[in-house]
């Protein structure tokens, strides 16, 4: 069982360029969660998604940011007009649906995308 | 707003040593959870904490939980050099889902 794939690995894109983020959550699981890491700092929690739909995005910043997680493929975080302050390590996870209320699942986390902005 | 605070940001230490990581969280929580992470790597699960007085030991490191004082502890006994790597905790908030708020972190440098 694969577990939580991001591509790239590394990516560096100079200033007002475009950054595409992917992730593909483990088998079977329908949640995905993105986190920023700022160097030398802690996770910093971004959007909350299940397919087709935004459960919480009240981490991501309210210009340049956007994600999905269409019905089929991978989850995408969109940086648009990426600018230094960009640059950081993005983690997603991935978890199960809770089946009942009140029932969690835990997060598995990705290798992460390391973002470079020039 | 959810505040989680380590302490110490830095630790180092020599092999054969114990210490305590500590870390403070701000509003009732549901859960808890230890990760650690290396240079450079992803997180690596170590402990989820769920209830009042939880101990959970794995090797040489064990946490705990007071839900009263809003405080966990990950203690590592008689450390050795591959425990060197940087902990977070990370705290779910009752009324949020499943997304989890990280303290700062804790460098962790064991010296042969």
């Known amino acids: 069982n694969a577990g939580v794939m991001q591509n790239p690995r590394h990516l560096v894109r100079r200033r007002g360029q475009e950054a595409r983020l992917r992730c593909s959550p483990m088998?079977?699981?329908?949640?995905v969660y993105w986190y920023r890491q700022l160097p030398e700092e802690g996770l910093k929690f971004m959007v909350y998604?299940?397919?087709?739909?935004?459960?919480?995005e009240s981490g991501m910043p309210k210009e340049r940011f956007s994600a999905e997680f269409p019905k089929e493929g991978p989850s995408i975080l969109r940086i648009q007009q990426v600018v230094r302050g960009d640059s950081a390590a993005y983690f997603c996870?991935?978890?199960?649906?809770?089946?009942?209320?009140?029932?969690?699942?835990?997060?598995?986390f990705g290798p992460g995308t390391r973002l470079t902005v020039t | 707003e959810l505040k989680v605070e380590q302490n110490p940001l830095f630790l180092s230490m020599q092999e054969g040593k114990n210490y305590t990581i500590y870390c403070n969280y701000s509003?009732?929580?549901?859960?808890l959870y230890w990760y650690r992470q290396d240079p450079g790597k992803s997180l690596e699960s170590l402990f989820v904490?769920?209830?009042?007085?939880a101990v959970k030991q794995e090797g040489r490191l064990m946490a705990s939980l007071d839900t009263k004082a809003r405080l966990s502890t990950l203690h590592i006994t008689a450390a050795v050099h591959d425990l060197s790597a940087t902990y977070f905790c990370?705290?779910?908030?009752?009324?949020?889902?499943?997304?989890?708020?990280f303290g700062g972190g804790t460098r962790l440098m064991v010296k042969p």
């Open positions: 990370a705290v779910v908030l009752g009324n949020a889902g499943n997304m989890l708020t």
């Open positions: 996870a991935s978890s199960p649906s809770p089946s009942a209320e009140g029932q969690y699942y835990e997060q598995y």
């Open positions: 904490l769920l209830s009042n007085g």
């Open positions: 088998k079977g699981h329908s949640h």
């Open positions: 998604l299940q397919k087709e739909n935004i459960i919480d």
């Open positions: 509003t009732t929580s549901d859960r």
